[in-house]
């Protein structure tokens, strides 16, 4: 049971490139979750999902878009990387009524924008 | 709008010593509170919760939590710090009816040997 993992672990992209983050859960869980970390701002979402093919807008999701089609992935993709985007991206799901219980968070990808 | 406030970006405490970590927050209806701890380079962990019921929540590693309607408060506290304690701590809020969590900006615990 490898909970939920993400990859790639670092990237480092030049700015105007794009890029996809995979999460992957194996938990069965309906709702998954993208933030990003920086410092001092806590976890930010910036998009989430209810259940497969639906995707929803969180607190700050220009210039990310995300995919759903399968339950247990759920897809970040940065179409024009800005020097803003340089953050870590965490992924996390969580199960329940309405995905009231705890959510279980990935490992991270520390994203590099130049 | 909901918001979550710790107002500590660092606590220091003796190892033995018991620890606080302050949280406060604003949401309307009746919340789903959590602490999560991040160690260094790791996704954050779930520590406890507080859906509805005893105020007094116990979760991992023997950390607990208070939840205070009157003050709007979930505070996290542990009797004896350890060493191992050491690491960034996360308040969040869930109003009900709400899908996703709001973050605090978190506290770093240090417990000093």
């Known amino acids: 049971n490898a909970g939920v993992t993400q990859t790639p672990k670092f990237r480092v992209l030049k700015t105007g490139q794009s890029m996809t983050l995979l999460c992957a859960q194996d938990m069965n869980h309906e709702y998954m979750y993208w933030y990003r970390q920086d410092p001092g701002m806590g976890l930010r979402l910036i998009h989430y999902?209810?259940?497969?093919?639906?995707?929803a807008k969180g607190e700050v999701p220009d210039g990310y878009n995300v995919s759903r089609l399968k339950k247990q992935n759920f897809l970040l993709g940065l179409e024009s990387a800005a020097p803003s985007q340089t953050s870590v991206y965490f992924c996390?799901?969580?199960?329940?009524?309405?995905?009231?219980?705890?959510?279980?968070f990935g490992p991270g990808t520390r994203l590099t924008v130049t | 709008a909901q918001s979550v406030a710790q107002p500590e970006d660092q606590v220091n405490v003796a190892e033995g010593n018991p620890l606080t970590v302050k949280c406060t927050y604003s949401?309307?209806?009746?919340?789903?509170l959590f602490w999560y701890v991040q160690y260094p380079n790791r996704g954050l962990q779930f520590l406890l919760k507080y859906i509805t019921g005893d105020n007094l929540v116990k979760g991992s590693y023997g950390f607990e939590a208070e939840f205070n309607k009157s003050q709007t408060s979930f505070h996290l506290k542990k009797p004896s710090a350890l060493v191992s304690d050491s690491a960034l701590y996360f308040c969040?809020?869930?109003?009900?009816?709400?899908?996703?969590?709001?973050f605090g900006s978190g506290t770093r615990l240090q417990v000093q040997p």
């Open positions: 999902s209810v259940g497969e093919g639906t995707t």
């Open positions: 996390a799901s969580s199960g329940g009524r309405q995905g009231a219980y705890e959510q279980y």
């Open positions: 949401v309307s209806g009746n919340p789903y």
């Open positions: 969040a809020v869930r109003p009900t009816g709400r899908r996703a969590l709001t």
